[in-house]
């Protein structure tokens, strides 16, 4: 009865007859836990727990996720950077209104980007170049360096500007004093963590956060939309203007495509490209002023994307296309994002504005850093009215993972093997899923040139 794992999102979800006792089950002792029976309570709060979405090693990732005590100086933990709340990007209101570029564990270093969200960052396939459409499609970070999440997630623990550890061994070690052993040798068998296998330990870390990142708590697939898609919820006239929008006259969809795949696969609001859309400069990053042995040319420095990790000058400037799914989460109204690849803008009002006008009215917009490879054909001059531009929000607004049950196909997310690797597994089927989505959205790539 794999599905009735999904209780706890699905306060509202409809029964599936054939498998769902134990759903009716526990969802009744919650409520009796909610309305205060204490005894209750005290005798189901475990069984609730271990109901809960995720297996062993998505559990391990999500606690190594969230440990504070895996940086130098400890203090700062991956959700420092990607927190669910704010749609797993950076969760500091003032910084990302100052500087849209999140501080590292060790004081005065800052990274160069914004953190981009790590839901829905396991889709995205090695980088690869497509000869069809003679374009780079796929990997990790803003600028594909990682080839996939397992590479990535080392990334950070070691990055002096990030959590700052030293090596593998000093990660490990950190984990063995964390209390993990027992967890560890769950998932991955006893003789986990000894000494002398810091580089095993370390690759398990990985494998652990990013099994987490690629569950199904992190990719919920929960938004209106997707209930509007599985014809559970309707749009508002203007969330449904917005979304006319995104797919026909602004022209969102040919980067960011919006439709369901031929087998009901969601869509994931990215294709995986890589342009260069001009964005300004951010004067507020901290990095112009590191250090020369950090950034050694100082105020100068250009951020140039793909085509730095690929040193071609054909593809300076380009960055991934992020999803949009989560765009517009934060955890209360007053709260500011910041967004694009150098956090220089501070709200999505900015943003689609952006879009729009910027060749119409250039004053309005410093100059593009790179301005050789900025694309003018698909975006710049939408033509859009100002209401039109509140359209657009209205339906990136839908796409925040708080609003109903899962939409995912029923398999893809549910595994009856008890193996506690389930995590490890899910990103094979991921993997299948993912083929889908490249080809829909490879399909949907040529339909625009
Ligand atoms: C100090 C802030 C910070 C911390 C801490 C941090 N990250 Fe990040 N993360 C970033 C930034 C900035 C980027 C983009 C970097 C780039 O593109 O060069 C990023 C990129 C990523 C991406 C790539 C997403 C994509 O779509 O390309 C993933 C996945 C990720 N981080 C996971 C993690 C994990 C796992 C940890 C903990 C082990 C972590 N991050 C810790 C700031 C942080
Ligand atoms: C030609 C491809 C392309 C088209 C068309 C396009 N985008 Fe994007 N979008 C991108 C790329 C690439 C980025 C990242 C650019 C950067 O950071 O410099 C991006 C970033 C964004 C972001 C910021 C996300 C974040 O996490 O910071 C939003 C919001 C966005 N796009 C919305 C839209 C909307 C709305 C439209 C239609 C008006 C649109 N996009 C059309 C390629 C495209």
New binding site residues.
Partial sequence: MPYCRNLFFNDFDQLRADSCVLKITVNSLRTFGMIGLFLAGLLFVPSLGAANELSPVEQLGKQ??FDTN??TPAG???????APEAGFS?PNSQVNLRTG?????AAGRF????????A???F?PKRTFQDDNETWVG????????DD?IA??????L?P???NNASAEEVVNKVRKGGYQRLFEQVFGPRSLVPGEEEKGFDQIAQA??AY?SSREVNAFRSKYDAYLAKRATLTSQEMRGLELFAGRANCSACHPHEPGADGSPPLFTDFTYDNLGVPRNEANPFYEAPANINPHGRQYKDLGLGGVLKQESQFGK??V??LRNVAKKPNREFVKSYL?NGKFKSLKEVVHFYNKRDQEPNQFPPADIPATVNHTELGNLGLTDDEEDDLISFLETLSDEFGPTALPQPLWTNPSKNSLRGISDLLRVERFRHHVIQASAKSDQSRR
């Fill in positions: 190594l996720f895996l940086s700062q933990s991956c959700a420092s950077c990607h950076g570029v999140y501080p590292g564990a990274g160069n980007r914004k953190p981009p969200t790590v829905y960052a396991s995205s990997g990790q970070f803003w600028d594909g360096r990682a999440l990535q997630a080392k990334g950070p623990l990055n500007l990030e959590m956060i990013v990142e960055v991934k992020p999803t690849h």
